[in-house]
């Protein structure tokens, strides 16, 4: 009786040591597909969805992707896994991939976070209305694209002798419609150029102006008013 029930016993270890085997096992591969699925699903969205052509010369992309549930049951798929962006919008940064095995009729979703970073221009210091920006009260910074709103800068050299229009914080992204290179009522050059030569007279800014935009001036000498491209922070040029 005694060598009955040790046989038992030995028969059931064996049983739930198989099964705990095999359960391992399982585990293993299923974690290994699970990280071949996320590789994968990396390289879907920076090939397809993100790819370099889209980005700008001062953009950064970075992609997170989130780990599949272990609970997920993920089978060896004897055909390559497909992968789908069937809700991609560019504007989220949150976007849910489908991965699918079509001759197994299974399917799961893998989520992944993409952050677009864009280098520019914020200020270094709290600025009042008409501080004059310089390389002192400037720096770049990488910042989410989702937080830029309207024209930004890339390079702070060009905004050397802008003037703010109003008050900023330190850290504040720099927009155009926040300075002018030209404001209005400035004492300002005009440049009119004809062929080889150019004329310099003065004038006075009937209203606020950045770099490459055209903006009304009085010539002071003739009272005539005209329009004229700015070139930097005291002169304006026109084509004659």
């Known amino acids: 009786m005694h060598l009955h029930l040790c046989m038992k016993l030995s028969t ?9 085997s095999l ?11 699970a990280k071949r699925i996320q590789e994968n ?13 889209l980005f700008g010369a001062n953009e950064d992309v970075k992609v997170t992707v989130k780990n599949i549930d272990p609970r997920i049951p993920i089978p060896q798929c004897n055909e390559k896994y497909t992968f789908s962006a069937p809700n991609y919008d560019k504007r989220l940064s949150s976007v849910p991939i ?7 009729n ?3 979703y893998v989520h992944v976070n993409i952050m677009r970073h864009q280098r520019v221009v914020v200020a270094t210091d709290i600025l009042s209305p008409g501080a004059i920006l310089s390389e002192n009260n400037l720096s770049l910074a990488d910042i989410n694209k989702s937080r830029l709103r309207g024209s930004t800068y890339a390079d702070y050299a060009t905004l050397v002798g802008a003037r703010l229009k109003r008050r900023v914080r330190e850290g504040t992204i720099i927009t155009s419609n926040m300075l002018c290179f030209i404001c209005k009522g400035d004492r300002i050059t005009i440049i009119a150029r004809a062929g080889g030569l150019a004329i ?5 800014a009937l209203e606020d102006g950045t770099l490459g935009e055209t903006i009304r001036v009085e010539n002071t000498a003739s009272e005539r008013t005209i329009s004229g491209r700015v070139v930097n922070s005291s002169q304006i040029e026109i084509n004659i």
């Open 23 to 33: 359960f391992i096992s399982n585990a293993h591969a299923n974690e290994d597909n």
């Open 12 to 20: 059931s270890s064996l049983i739930v040591f198989t099964l705990f």
């Open 98 to 104: 489908k991965v699918s095995c079509t001759t197994l």
């Open 200 to 204: 310099k007279t003065s004038a006075i």
């Open 41 to 53: 699903v990396q390289a879907y969205v920076m090939q397809q969805l993100m790819p370099e052509s």
């Open 106 to 108: 299974w399917f799961t």
